[in-house]
T-cell receptor, first 112, second 111 residues
Framework: GAGVSQTPSNKVTEKGKYVELRCDPISGHTALYWYRQSLGQGPEFLIYFQGTGAADDSGLPNDRFFAVRPEGSVSTLKIQRTERGDSAVYLC??????????FGPGTRLTVL | SQQGEEDPQALSIQEGENATMNCSYKTSINNLQWYRQNSGRGLVHLILIRSNEREKHSGRLRVTLDTSKKSSSLLITASRAADTASYFCATVRGSNYKLTFGKGTLLTVNP
């Protein structure tokens, strides 16, 4: 595709539910990143994949958050037992070189 | 944790004026990038400056980098209402291949 795509664009769920957020990176980009952005803040790093493996997951806030990239392309961010504090925009980015990151439009997650 | 701090947090100017936003960071970097974000959604890459560069231009954008002061500035000349957005600086450090963002500057350009 032409850019990074994320689905769904909006997700509303109830506290305690499980959600999956999907990211389709630009074809051929081996590096993929997940960020979380709360209102009025800058994006905060969650996890970084190089190929299929998580090269750095130091930003995941707790064990309710998990992400996979089984074939080195599409990635899914999974959040268990959602809490109201998880409400944010979740951004995905991919890159081929260190000089150019490409961000998707984000998924706005609202936990009621 | 966030590496950069943008200054000011919010800036309101009239169309045609220049807008200057500043960014400070804490540790040595490989490069510094500026991004634009409309309505809290997708980030658009504007310009990148490497640690061995001092100034770069792209259209109406001018970025400077002072590694001794660990600071950068973004200048938008002849601003337009369409420039209204949030602007973020982000740094890449050493072998840490992730972007670390500041909190951003909300720029409002009044027609």
């Amino acid at each position: 595709g032409a850019g990074v795509s994320q689905t769904p664009s909006n997700k509303v769920t109830e506290k305690g539910k499980y959600v999956e957020l999907r990211c389709d990176p630009i074809s051929g980009h081996t590096a993929l990143y997940w960020y979380r952005q709360s209102l009025g803040q800058g994006p905060e790093f969650l996890i970084y994949f190089q190929g299929t493996g998580a090269a750095d997951d130091s930003g995941l806030p707790n064990d309710r958050f998990f992400a996979v990239r089984p074939e080195g392309s599409v990635s899914t961010l999974k959040i268990q037992r959602t809490e109201r504090g998880d409400s944010a925009v979740y951004l995905c980015a991919s890159r081929f070189s260190l000089d150019a990151w490409f961000f998707g439009p984000g998924t706005r997650l609202t936990v009621l | 944790s966030q590496q950069g701090e943008e200054d000011p947090q919010a800036l309101s100017i009239q169309e045609g004026e220049n807008a200057t936003m500043n960014c400070s960071y804490k540790t040595s970097i490989n490069n510094l990038q500026w991004y634009r974000q409309n309505s809290g959604r997708g980030l658009v890459h504007l310009i990148l400056i490497r640690s061995n560069e001092r100034e770069k231009h792209s259209g109406r954008l001018r970025v400077t980098l002072d590694t001794s002061k660990k600071s950068s500035s973004l200048l938008i000349t002849a601003s337009r209402a369409a420039d209204t957005a949030s602007y973020f600086c982000a740094t890449v450090r050493g072998s840490n291949y992730k972007l670390t963002f500041g909190k951003g500057t909300l720029l409002t350009v009044n027609p």
